[in-house]
């Protein structure tokens, strides 16, 4: 089945740049669903970040779109994360998830059914 | 912005039935999807759709909605159950989660 596996810099500089992997094995990047990442600051809430496509369409949280970018690299079955201009308030658990979708009765219907087990992300000089 | 309001915090007694819900005007064009969380854990799928589990999940979960307002109901609580327990849902293709609620067994 579908594995999920984060990865990256432990420790980040305020104001730098987060930059995060996550790998995909026992299933395809290509597949006809979208890659997320969701992070959890200390002692908080999930926060959904943003989404990705294997076609390379993208979804992004407003109160960081300025700052995120997510890409794709089939070569390598995985996608990234980059979060920019980086500060404490950005420390947080980071997890990848596979986001799949579908309809009815009557609704439209997301959920994200496979998990990485999540990679600790601190800002500190 | 969207938002998906739950209480912080609940609670109930070995064997009884709870019930942990979820509000915001999304869930009136999209069904919730619904995680457990324990300790440091990643977060598990335990309801989506209309009422599905992911192979694996308890029949003791279940799921509904009506109009703005998703549920996630346990019945027959079991110690292994205690968690954060987080809903999320979509608003014009942008995935938003709810602040989570504690749900403590007694």
């Known amino acids: 089945q579908v594995q999920l596996q984060e990865s990256g810099p432990g420790l980040v500089k305020p104001s730098g740049t987060l930059s995060l992997t996550c790998a995909v094995s026992?299933?395809?990047?290509?597949?006809?669903?979208?890659w997320s990442w969701v992070r959890q600051p200390p002692g908080k809430g999930l926060e959904w970040i943003g989404e990705i496509y294997h076609s390379g369409s993208t979804n992004y949280n407003p109160s960081l779109k300025s700052r995120v970018t997510i890409s794709v690299d089939k070569s390598k079955n995985q996608f990234s994360l980059k979060l920019s201009s980086v500060t404490a308030a950005d420390t947080a658990v980071y997890y990848c998830?596979?986001?799949?979708?579908?309809?009815?009765?009557?609704?439209?219907?997301?959920?994200?059914?496979?998990w990485g087990k999540g990679t600790t992300v601190t800002v500190s000089s | 912005s969207s938002e998906l309001t739950q209480d912080p915090a609940v609670s109930v007694a070995l064997g009884q039935t709870v019930r942990i819900t979820c509000q915001g005007d999304s869930l009136r064009s999209y069904y919730a999807s619904w995680y457990q969380q324990k300790p440091g854990q990643a977060p598990v799928l335990v309801i989506y759709g209309k009422n599905n589990r992911p192979s694996g999940i308890p029949d003791r979960f279940s799921g509904s909605s009506s109009g703005n307002t998703a549920s996630l109901t346990i019945t027959g609580a079991q110690a292994e159950d205690e968690a954060d327990y987080y809903c999320n849902s979509r608003d014009s293709s942008l995935g938003v989660f709810g602040g989570g609620t504690k749900l403590t067994v007694l």
């Open positions: 026992g299933g395809s990047i290509s597949s006809s669903n979208w």
């Open positions: 998830a596979r986001d799949l979708g579908d309809y009815g009765p009557r609704k439209t219907y997301y959920y994200m059914d496979v």
